[in-house]
């Protein structure tokens, strides 16, 4: 392919990626429905109350002035407590958090429960290995929902959670995801001037996400006498892949995101990669590195690097190479392009966590549905595919990710059962299955 033509095709990628997301901002604007506008209330549950639930209840209630939280769900009521007790310090929002005691379930099917409570819109911040049986009955019972990411932890989840994205399509339901860069209008601005041919024909993308270990897994020696399997492994959910899908899934599946933004959202034709575990840890069965050789049609390459090692080098940074110049995104406050094209980001920045909940509120209001559901699943799947690959030491194709047949997800869960950790993947041996 000439160089014209590859520049003519790429622009053409951005643009529907970027396209898309622009259509669902101006649904958003503007960003907070006032009470004087709207009367009738729209009643929201979350399940999963931890930190980054309770963050998206704030969200969504800052979105819509008539919005109320009506349901909470969780397997520990300090959790629910805690959570509750942080939304009632927030005094915009204190007075429309109106979870009753009969509206807060405990348990695995508590978000059915929730479901079952008259909620309008679901918010699902439980770990990730959860979130296709639990999107799945949200959109069979005709709710809105915002799914943080990712959306599964293996194949399977992923294959289940795109048919659901149709269902809620045909249902004019909204989803929206918890891929929060996609909602940063720097990030959008930036994307916008390389589809424009700011930086030429791509070449490569470089992306890093170099940080501490997040949930560092407990001795065993703190584990309650007395604790099942499957609870202890819950409570430190971010140790056990089939619960969180391994760093790479779990954490930096935020770049493989930008990566699949700066594809235009078409899928690579193979990976290959390395990872593994270079600090011991009691338990769990997750990597603490990995690194991620995509390749693209035409040669284009894509690079993903991550690691969760304390006393390391931290950095969280993109780096796209065209023929004309390159992009540095993370590197300084905002991002940067320079070659033929020099251009630095001058927006005023707004809050992307805040802006998907924008979004997804005005859409219900304006009966205008937006639904992330189709790339959600596929940046989820760009990251998964490149733990494949580090798992087991092979070249892994797009097909061979997709079509995967391995769960992850137990096929039945009992809070007080046993649960057999799987052994940490060894390159070589782990076979891809």
């Known amino acids: 392919m000439d160089k014209q033509q590859g520049s003519s095709d790429r622009r053409e990628f951005l643009k529907t990626a970027t396209g898309a997301i622009g259509g669902a901002l101006a649904i958003g604007f503007p960003a907070i429905i006032s009470a004087q506008t709207v009367t009738n209330a729209i009643k929201v549950g979350l399940v999963g109350c931890g930190g980054r639930g309770t963050g998206a209840a704030s969200q969504a209630l800052h979105a819509d002035d008539n919005n109320e939280l009506t349901a909470m769900a969780d397997v520990e009521q300090s959790q629910i407590d805690n959570s509750l007790a942080t939304l009632g310090r927030?005094?915009?929002?204190?007075?429309?958090?109106?979870v009753e005691k009969a509206n807060q379930f405990l348990g695995l099917d508590a978000y059915q429960k929730l479901i079952d409570s008259g909620v309008d819109v679901v918010l699902l911040a439980t770990p990730p290995g959860f979130r296709p049986?639990?999107?799945?009955?949200?959109i069979n019972a005709n709710k809105h929902v915002f799914c943080e990411k990712p959306i599964s932890t293996d194949a399977p989840g992923v294959r289940s959670v795109m048919q659901t994205a149709e269902e809620a399509k045909s249902r004019k339901l909204s989803l929206v995801a918890g891929f929060c860069w996609r909602y940063n209008d720097m990030i959008?601005?930036?994307?916008?001037?390389?589809?424009?041919?700011?930086?030429?024909?791509l070449v490569?993308?470089?992306?890093?996400?170099?940080?501490?270990?997040?949930?560092?897994?407990?001795?065993?020696?703190a584990r309650p006498a007395g604790m099942s399997d499957t609870e202890w492994q819950i409570r430190n959910w971010y140790n056990f892949v089939w619960l969180c899908g391994d760093s790479i899934?779990?954490?930096?599946?935020?770049?493989?995101?930008?990566?699949?933004?700066?594809?235009?959202?078409?899928?690579?034709?193979?990976?290959?990669?390395?990872?593994?575990?270079?600090?011991?840890?009691?338990?769990?069965?997750?990597?603490?590195?990995?690194?991620?050789?995509?390749?693209?049609?035409?040669?284009?390459?894509?690079?993903?690097?991550?690691?969760?090692?304390?006393?390391?080098?931290n950095e969280n940074a993109d780096y796209?190479?065209?023929?004309?110049?390159?992009?540095?995104?993370?590197?300084?406050p905002v991002p940067r392009i320079e070659g033929k094209t020099n251009w630095t980001w001058s927006g005023q920045k707004y809050d992307m966590y805040q802006r998907e909940h924008d979004v997804l509120f005005a859409s219900i209001r304006k009966h205008q549905p937006v639904n992330d559901g189709q790339r959600m699943a596929t940046s989820t799947l760009l990251a998964m595919m490149g733990r494949m690959a580090a798992y087991t030491g092979q070249e892994v194709t797009w097909d061979q990710a997709l079509n995967s047949q391995e769960r992850l997800y137990p096929e039945h869960l009992d809070w007080n059962a046993s649960l057999a950790v799987a052994p940490r993947a060894q390159p070589g041996i782990t076979k891809l299955v």
């Open 90 to 98: 927030i005094s915009k929002i204190a007075e429309r958090v109106k």
């Open 133 to 138: 049986v639990q999107l799945a009955a949200c």
């Open 188 to 201: 959008i601005d930036t994307f916008k001037q390389m589809s424009d041919g700011a930086i030429g024909r």
């Open 204 to 221: 490569a993308y470089y992306a890093t996400y170099y940080t501490n270990p997040v949930k560092p897994m407990p001795a065993a020696s």
């Open 249 to 313: 899934v779990e954490q930096a599946v935020h770049s493989a995101d930008k990566i699949a933004w700066a594809m235009g959202d078409k899928p690579p034709v193979s990976c290959v990669g390395v990872g593994g575990r270079n600090i011991a840890a009691e338990g769990g069965n997750i990597y603490d590195h990995f690194e991620v050789n995509y390749i693209y049609p035409n040669g284009v390459r894509a690079f993903l690097a991550n690691r969760q090692i304390e006393g390391c080098y």
């Open 320 to 332: 796209v190479l065209g023929v004309d110049g390159t992009c540095t995104i993370g590197r300084s």
